[in-house]
C-alpha cells in the first residue's frame, strides 16, 4: 500500500471507529438511567450533564410535585422549558426514557379528580422528550384495591381509560403495584388495555420477601415494559447481599427481555445525599454486570 492509500484508510477508520461506538450504545440490550428526583434533579436541566459526567445512559425525567394541585408542578407548561429541556438532552446524547408521575406515590390515583388531566399532562411531556414509558405508582392509595369490591373496580376502570390515552399515542404507562406476579398478571387482564404494563420494581419484590428471578419469568418479558433496578436505601448496588444481580441478568437474558434499568434507590444510608457517589457507584456496576458483554 503506497503512501496516498495508508492516509486514506486511516481517515476511513477515523471516521468509522466513532460511528461504531454509538451504533453499540444505540444497540446495548440493556441501557441504564437513574430517576432525576432521586438524584435531587428533579425537572432540573443539571440532571442531563450529570449523568452524562456519571456515565450513565438516561435519566427518568420527573413531571413534576402534585401535592394538592389540581395539577403537576411541570415546567414543560411553558415552550421555553421544553426547548431548553430537549436540546440540552441531545447536547450531552442522554435519552429520556420514560416520565414518572411519583406524585402519585403520595396522592391517590384512585381519588383524585383530575387524573385524566394530569395522565395527558405526563403523555403531553413524553412526546416532547420522546420517552415511550410512563412510570405511575399506585402507593398512594388509601383504599384496599387488591381485593374484589368497588375501589377495584373503579381502579381498573381508571386504568383502562389511562391505558386507551397511551396507546393512542403510541406509548405505554407502566404502573407499580405492591402485588405478586399471578396478582398483577390478573389485575392487567381486567384493566384490558394494551397501553397499561408493569413497571417492575426489585425493591417491591425483595421488601415482601419474594423470588425475584421467579416473579420475572412468571410475569415474562411482554408483561414488563420497564424495570427500577435497585433496593431499598441501605447499601449501594455493589455491597447488596440480597440482590444477585449477575443471576437477575441471566433471568433477563433467558427471558429474552431488553430495555431500561432504571436506579430509584440503592443508596448508602450513611451518605444519601452524596449524589455522584450512590449513583455513579451505582451506573458503574450495572454497566459492568449488563453491558460489559464478556459473557
Request: hydrophobic share 40%; glycine share 8%.
Amino acid at each position: 500500500m503506497n503512501k496516498r492509500g495508508l492516509i486514506s484508510l486511516c481517515l476511513l477508520l477515523f471516521i468509522l471507529i466513532p460511528i461504531g461506538a454509538q451504533n453499540i450504545k444505540k444497540q446495548q440490550r440493556y441501557k441504564i438511567a437513574a430517576c432525576d428526583w432521586m438524584m435531587l434533579k428533579r425537572q432540573k436541566i443539571g440532571a442531563f450533564q450529570l449523568m452524562k459526567e456519571l456515565g450513565g445512559d438516561g435519566v427518568e425525567m420527573d413531571v413534576g410535585g402534585l401535592g394538592k394541585r389540581d395539577t403537576f408542578d411541570n415546567k414543560f407548561h411553558q415552550p421555553h422549558f421544553r426547548k431548553l429541556f430537549k436540546e440540552t438532552a441531545q447536547k450531552y446524547a442522554i435519552e429520556v426514557p420514560s416520565v414518572a408521575m411519583s406524585g402519585f406515590y403520595g396522592q391517590s390515583f384512585l381519588a383524585h379528580h383530575n387524573y385524566k388531566a394530569l395522565v395527558q399532562d405526563c403523555l403531553n411531556t413524553m412526546e416532547v422528550m420522546g420517552a415511550k414509558v410512563a412510570f405511575l405508582p399506585l402507593g398512594g392509595i388509601k383504599e384496599d384495591w387488591t381485593v374484589p369490591g368497588e375501589a377495584r373496580r373503579e381502579l381498573v376502570r381508571r386504568l383502562h381509560e389511562a391505558g386507551n390515552m397511551a396507546m393512542a399515542q403510541g406509548v405505554v404507562i407502566g404502573i407499580r403495584t405492591p402485588l405478586d406476579a399471578k396478582g398483577e398478571i390478573k389485575l392487567l387482564k381486567e384493566i384490558d388495555s394494551k397501553g397499561i404494563k408493569i413497571y417492575y420494581s426489585f425493591q417491591n419484590a425483595l421488601d415482601n420477601g419474594r423470588d425475584l428471578c421467579k416473579e420475572l419469568k412468571r410475569l415474562g418479558k411482554d408483561r414488563i415494559c420497564q424495570i427500577h433496578c435497585s433496593d431499598t436505601d441501605g447499601v449501594t448496588l455493589p455491597y447488596n447481599t440480597r440482590l444477585d444481580m449477575k443471576t437477575v441478568k441471566k433471568t433477563l437474558d433467558k427471558m429474552g427481555w431488553s430495555g431500561w434499568l432504571v436506579i430509584e434507590r440503592s443508596r448508602n444510608k450513611d451518605e444519601v445525599r452524596n449524589v455522584k457517589k450512590n449513583f455513579g457507584t451505582n451506573i458503574s456496576y450495572l454497566k459492568e454486570v449488563f453491558q460489559n458483554n464478556r459473557e
